[in-house]
């Protein structure tokens, strides 16, 4: 069992940066592919990002490639998602989420823990 903290959300302008933390329980961090999805109002929970067990590999969902990126640090049990040149449309409540099994999926049942999420709202 794995639980999930996210930080870091806020009130940001159009074009501005976040910098979204995910703090990790436990001792086996490094067993899990971590995700970060999102869902707006009236809208499904989608996926943004993933990154491997080691950090080696990630994936992103095409409407952030290029000014999101996502890192972890298993040291500190933390996944990262650095958001860049931010856009109201990315306004959301945005969520980590970890699997042990699955690498590559966008398909929020594919994952197994979820955080609380956090609020991010974009103004333009």
Do not use: H
């Amino acid at each position: 069992q794995v639980q999930l903290v996210e930080s870091g959300g806020g009130l940001v302008q159009a074009g501005g940066s976040l910098r979204l933390s995910c703090a990790a329980s436990g001792r086996t961090f490094s067993r899990y592919v971590m995700g970060w999805f999102r869902q707006a109002p009236g809208k499904e929970r989608e996926f943004v990002a993933a990154i491997s067990w080691s950090g080696g590999s990630t994936y992103f969902a095409n409407a952030v490639k290029g000014r999101f990126t996502i890192s972890r640090d298993n040291a500190k049990n933390t996944v990262y998602l650095q958001m860049n040149s931010l856009k109201p449309e990315d306004t959301a409540v945005y969520y980590c989420a970890a699997t042990v099994d699955v690498w590559g999926s966008k398909w929020p049942m594919e994952y197994d823990y979820w955080g609380q999420g956090t609020q991010v709202t974009v103004s333009s």
